[in-house]
């Protein structure tokens, strides 16, 4: 096992207070050369800070070096961070002759929801900002050199579109110039392998304004992979003795008063529709019609564990300055599982979990995870269940962690309000963690459910519930699975696995019977007829990142042979179709 321990969390304190502090300096970097600019918040981020202003005149990306360059002449000054606490009226009064209305929003939002009667203000030099802290001792504690401004982008204030739309300056700091050359050189990569940039090149997905933002759609070679991973997790999950369902993607309103989402998570869900007098909602989750598919008659613990799969589509309202790619959407499906099961059975079926995890991540090419065990803290009120049950459970975790020799670490205080779970932790392109996959106990749902079994002694007895998704959702795992391979996808999720390229239309009806023939195999190919020269397909068909191509001409035609091309190691040279053929169905058998 893998611990956090006290020592990352204080290097992380600190490196949150650097970004902060340098975000501060941004701040009044802004005020100095755009003295009559709107300044709102400014938070530490993942690797680095950002601040929310609202100009006079925009400014663009070519402003950047300069105020970057204002930025450390403040650094170099090294000007003390002061802070200083002063009563509510105080701030506003200082605020107002500032003239910062974001400023005074704030302020009198802290004192009506949070009551507070005095508010903390630093100061650097002449630049004032209500901020609880902390901040490190002075500007010379910055590394001048390790500073970068990296992209401006828009951002509604407080992230609601009815709002103003304000200006977003995002930056990076670091403690060496050498931490922060790295971190560069590791955002120029990550900009190659960005989601929305291949899924436009490689035409996977697309988002259309007239269809609606958070809405994408899949295009036919996205699709391909999609409905290939989905024929895949369903028969692995089916040798696993999971049975599978569809739900509706609208359920009455009774149901989500019975889950707990009216109550809990309305403002979220899209705006009800009124059928015959009667209430719906699109479905935010598949768990609440999930639960009455289990009770919808009598079950013994004979008949447990029950294994219900479902790839089910959802609708979220997320605020539009919040959607990104399939990495944010309003409109997703789920690979969700819910298993029921006893006591008993509850450390197997962790077991089997597991194991159904560690099979599909290796076989979509994925290495480097680790398993987060998400657990409860002391305060007993944001949770719901008995705490001993909790403790059994999260000790059967632990153990069927533990027994399978995984990676993993344990975040107390990071459980759902309903249960404990294990999240499949990897790490994207931007070195930020991201969970894509997860594996959790619900003990909210049974109750609210009324879920029972009858167990040996006849007695009705509440099952464990668990929730189980291979993949969260097929829209945010997708962007990764892009990111993470850069587009050059295994062969057996390719949209595209052949393309056969004739040298000359002479050649074309060779490479017609190549395709037939691999058809019937099952392998995907098409053939490039176009007018283009030779080696201007071969270049448009390697920037499509096809796993093989197979030039055709009048040896190939001749010996019945194919020259291979292959998309990492380049020419292979000429063999027989009927060997490419077994080499290529010998890769692709074990996901058939």
Request: glycine letters at 6%.
């Amino acid at each position: 096992m893998n611990q956090k321990t006290g020592k990352t969390k204080k290097s992380e304190s600190n490196r949150e207070t650097l970004r902060h502090s340098t975000a501060h300096v941004l701040a009044k970097a802004i005020l100095e050369l755009f003295p009559k600019t709107k300044v709102a918040i400014g938070p530490a981020i993942d690797h680095g800070f950002y601040y929310d202003f609202e100009f006079v005149k925009p400014i663009a990306q070519k402003d950047l070096p300069k105020i970057e360059k204002r930025m450390k002449k403040i650094i170099n000054q090294n000007l003390k961070f002061k802070k200083k606490q002063i009563s509510v009226q105080a701030a506003l009064k200082l605020f107002k002759k500032l003239n910062q209305p974001y400023k005074v929003e704030l302020i009198k939002e802290l004192k009506r929801h949070e009551k507070v009667e005095k508010v903390t203000v630093y100061q650097l030099g002449d630049f004032q900002d209500l901020c609880r802290g902390p901040h490190l001792e002075s500007t010379g504690k910055i590394n001048a050199q390790a500073i970068k401004l990296t992209e401006l982008a828009g951002a509604y204030w407080q992230g609601d579109e009815k709002n103003k739309m304000l200006t977003r300056i995002y930056g990076v700091v670091f403690a060496t110039k050498a931490a922060l050359k790295k971190h560069l050189e590791m955002l120029e990569q990550a900009k190659k392998r960005n989601h929305r940039k291949l899924g436009k090149e490689l035409e996977l997905f697309a988002i259309f304004p007239e269809i609606g933002q958070g809405l994408p759609v899949w295009l036919p070679n996205g699709y391909t992979i999609r409905r290939v991973l989905e024929d895949y997790m369903l028969k692995l999950e089916k040798s696993y003795g999971y049975e599978h369902i569809l739900t509706p993607v609208i359920n009455r309103k009774e149901l989500f008063e019975t889950s707990g989402h009216l109550e809990f998570y309305q403002d979220s869900m899209y705006t009800p529709l009124e059928i015959d007098r009667q209430t719906f909602y699109l479905k935010p989750m598949n768990c609440p019609a999930g639960m009455m598919v289990y009770k919808m008659k009598p079950r013994s613990y004979k008949d447990l564990p029950v294994k219900m799969g479902e790839l089910g589509t959802v609708y979220r309202y997320e605020q539009s300055g919040e959607l990104h790619g399939l990495q944010r959407v309003r409109g997703f499906t789920q690979n969700d599982a819910h298993i029921f099961c006893t006591p008993e059975q509850l450390e197997q079926e962790f077991m089997e979990v597991i194991e159904l995890f560690e099979i599909f991540f290796k076989n979509v090419g994925f290495h480097e995870y680790k398993y987060r065990l998400s657990l409860r803290d002391e305060d007993s009120s944001k949770y719901v269940g008995d705490k001993d049950r909790w403790e059994w459970a999260q000790n059967v975790m632990r153990k069927v962690l533990k027994k399978n020799k995984v990676d993993f670490y344990e975040e107390p205080g990071e459980a759902a309000f309903y249960g404990p779970k294990i999240d499949v932790q990897a790490v994207n392109v931007f070195g930020k963690e991201d969970s894509i996959g997860t594996n959790q106990i619900d003990f909210n749902l049974p109750e609210r459910f009324n879920l029972h079994y009858i167990d040996e002694t006849g007695s009705k007895k509440q099952p464990f519930v668990i929730h189980r998704a291979l993949i969260g959702s097929f829209e945010r795992f997708f962007a990764f699975f892009i990111e993470h391979h850069a587009g050059a996808f295994p062969i057996w999720l390719s949209a595209l696995q052949v393309m056969i390229i004739p040298v000359s239309d002479k050649y074309l009806s060779y490479a017609q019977k190549v395709a037939k023939k691999l058809k019937q195999e099952d392998i995907r190919v098409k053939i490039d007829s176009s007018a283009e020269s030779l080696g201007k397909k071969i270049r448009t068909n390697q920037k499509q990142k096809i796993p093989y191509m197979l030039i055709v001409g009048d040896k190939e035609a001749d010996q019945e042979k194919v020259a291979v091309r292959t998309r990492d190691q380049g020419d292979m040279g000429a063999i027989k179709l009927a060997k490419f053929i077994r080499e290529i169905k010998a890769k692709l058998a074990k996901f058939q």
